[in-house]
T-cell receptor, first 114, second 110 residues
Framework: DVKVTQSSRYLVKRTGEKVFLECVQD?????MFWYRQDPGLGLRLIYF???????EKGDIPEGYSVSREKKERFSLILESASTNQTSMYLC?????????????FGPGTRLTVT | DAKTTQPNSMESNEEEPVHLPCNHS???????IHWYRQLPSQGPEYVIH???SNVNNRMASLAIAEDRKSSTLILHRATLRDAAVYYC???????????FGQGTRLTINP
């Protein structure tokens, strides 16, 4: 069974802290993604990566950075957490190819910044 | 990104078929039609996708209009577990970036 795991289901951090959200996939997928989901705004893409050490900005990259040192792991970093980054964070992965491939999502991390 | 339009909510009864519509009048020839759903307190999960022909899998069927300007996700026999938000998304061939709209919140009555 395919699997995308995220390091925490719930996380509470203080304003100004550096926050790491980890995502691991076991499907040898080339592509990995970070989204955030907020009521009324839906899912929005923060960053994605097509390969190890590669990254691309999504629609809302401000305040975030990412790291992909190994194929199976994609980290989202909040350099200095702020209250407006309180959200549900979802990681996903997919295979590459000339067709169209489904994305597999993790269970999400609900981050609260106080 | 081409846009899709879905009803905000729909309701159906357990063990009955459900037809979830999606309009995508600005679809281009290389856009795939993807459907995802999100169960409560979970990440989205892939349901089905298609390009031109109707598609079936173990979860659902996808009926695509001949002009491709609309599609319908069909759940043949709804269960309570099918209560979720269903998203219809267009994806250019070879592209990976999903753009989620607000989706349709499906309620299943026992």
């Amino acid at each position: 069974d395919v699997k995308v795991t995220q390091s925490s289901r719930y996380l509470v951090k203080r304003t100004g802290e550096k926050v790491f959200l980890e995502c691991v996939q076991d499907m040898d997928h080339e592509n990995m993604f970070w989204y955030r989901q907020d009521p009324g705004l839906g899912l929005r893409l923060i960053y994605f990566s097509y390969d190890v050490k590669m990254k691309e900005k999504g629609d809302i990259p401000e305040g975030y950075s990412v790291s992909r040192e190994k194929k199976e792991r994609f980290s989202l970093i909040l350099e200095s957490a702020s209250t407006n980054q309180t959200s549900m964070y979802l990681c996903a992965s997919s295979s590459s190819g000339s067709g169209s491939y489904e994305q597999y999502f993790g269970p999400g991390t609900r981050l609260t910044v106080t | 990104d081409a846009k899709t339009t879905q009803p905000n909510s729909m309701e159906s009864n357990e063990e009955e078929p459900v037809h979830l519509p999606c309009n995508h009048s600005t679809i281009s020839g290389t856009d795939y039609i993807h459907w995802y759903r999100q169960l409560p307190s979970q990440g989205p999960e892939y349901v089905i996708h298609g390009l031109t022909s109707n598609v079936n899998n173990r979860m659902a069927s996808l009926a695509i209009a001949e002009d491709r300007k609309s599609s319908t996700l069909i759940l043949h026999r709804a269960t309570l577990r099918d209560a979720a938000v269903y998203y219809c998304i267009l994806l250019i061939q070879g592209a990976q970036k999903l753009v989620f709209g607000q989706g349709t919140r499906l309620t299943i009555n026992p």
